[in-house]
């Protein structure tokens, strides 16, 4: 069995088809092999994985973004209403990177532009602002779509929202940084311990010396 790229036109929330972001902003796929057709039962398989990736873009509870070889967005999927609050068609004529958190901006824009040149999947997590107002931790993965020749063409970027997640592992890190420096502390404490321990003469020394400071002053009687 073999397997075939697929070169799809992108497809905005709602099934349609839009192309106004100039140049063919395009999903890859993988196909298995089927006996070769020509005229009217190519167009009828090619309507058919079309249709199917409508739906799979359609259904998924992830942002699912394409990107043109300049950078150019098509509306993501309506997943992006219950991540972030944007309506897709809005969001896509929005500019994008003004939405992340400033600390993320530029390890963002590097990421995305090896992605676009033709680089290997990445993974990451960055901050976006939610139309609400407030922060949201998305993770996603993105990877670059190449033509028929292998050449860069864009790339596909899927997204969720992990804030919850987020939360948990920064309140578990900051748990082992506490345990941990509580840890340091009691060390530190037994050590101090153990060495006043093997070295009694200290605090003997310490009270022979006060009781001759003690013996130094002349004692005076009242008459």
């Known amino acids: 069995m073999r397997f075939a790229h697929v070169r799809v036109p992108p497809v905005p929330d709602g099934g349609r088809t839009d192309r106004r972001a100039g140049g063919s902003a395009s999903a890859g796929g993988l196909a298995m092999d089927a006996p070769q ?46 991540i972030l609050g944007y309506d897709p068609e809005t969001f896509a004529g929005m500019d994008g990177i003004s939405l992340v958190h400033p600390d993320d901006r530029d390890r963002i824009t590097e990421v995305f532009r090896s992605v676009l040149e033709g680089g290997p999947p990445v993974e990451l997590r960055y901050r976006v602002l939610h139309a609400a107002g407030h922060w949201v931790v998305l993770e996603s993965r993105a990877q670059a779509v190449t033509d028929g020749e292998g050449r860069p063409s864009g790339a596909v970027a899927i997204s969720r929202d992990v804030t919850e997640r987020a939360k948990l592992e920064e309140a578990v890190f900051q748990a082992r940084d506490e345990a941990e420096a509580a840890n340091r502390a009691k060390s530190e404490f037994l050590s101090r311990m ?17 009781w001759r400071w003690r013996a130094s002053i002349p004692i005076t009687r009242s008459a």
Do not use: Y
Request: proline share 10%.
């Open 37 to 82: 057709r020509t005229g009217k039962g190519a167009d009828e398989a090619l309507a058919e994985g079309e249709a199917m990736l409508r739906a799979i873009f359609a259904a998924s509870p992830d942002i699912i973004t394409l990107v043109g070889p300049a950078g150019q967005r098509t509306p993501p999927n309506r997943a992006i209403r219950n």
């Open 194 to 210: 153990s060495h006043e321990l093997r070295t009694p003469s200290t605090p003997s020394w310490g009270s022979a010396s006060c």
